[in-house]
């Protein structure tokens, strides 16, 4: 679970996951927002149920990554989004979305019995800044009596030039 959250980090996939959950936005136009490198920082808090190790290893801490966004890179996160959710059980819901606001409910059934419930917001500040939150409730084998987790997630527009974070790909500058 915990490599699926440090997934998210990356703006660009913040705003793919947001876009492939909107049926309403066009999936090859670009977001409103300046292409090239981007830094986003992705704290989170509150995991309940502490006893169990993977709630510690998730909750409380912050990661800071850098991604290129491209409208090509767009492209093809937009395309694996979509791919990886036709490969998982998980169905979205409750969609709220204007040009700079996106929010949906997600709840998956995942494999190894576990399963997660969740809302995710993200807003587009101005074309070089967003911020977002995420609440997750999840179950499974390694916290049987449950875990809930706040995520909240601030990104900004570095440089046009992405320098050596090439497109699709991002780069850790603090876990």
């Not at 699926?4 to 996939?13: G, N, Q, V």
């Not at 819901?93 to 995942?110: I, L, R, S, Y």
């Amino acid at each position: 679970m915990k490599l699926r959250f440090t997934l998210l980090a990356p703006l660009p996939l913040l705003l793919t996951f947001a876009t492939v959950a909107s049926a309403q936005l066009d999936p090859n136009a670009p977001p409103p927002i300046k292409m090239g490198l981007w830094q986003s920082e992705v704290t989170i808090t509150d995991a309940a149920n502490a006893a169990s190790p993977m709630a510690r290893s998730m909750g409380n801490h912050t990661t800071v990554t850098q991604g290129c966004l491209t409208p090509d890179s767009w492209k093809k996160d937009i395309q694996g989004m979509q791919n990886r959710q036709r490969q998982t059980d998980c169905n979205t819901a409750n969609f709220e979305q204007d040009a700079h606001h996106v929010a949906f409910d997600v709840k998956c059934a995942g494999q190894g019995g576990y399963a997660s419930d969740g809302h995710f917001e993200m807003l587009i500040d101005d074309p070089e800044n967003g911020h977002g939150h995420v609440d997750m409730k999840m179950s499974g084998p390694a916290f049987p009596d449950g875990m809930t987790m706040h995520m909240t997630m601030k990104t900004k527009f570095l440089s046009s030039d992405c320098g050596d974070v090439k497109p699709g790909q991002g780069k850790t500058i603090r876990q």
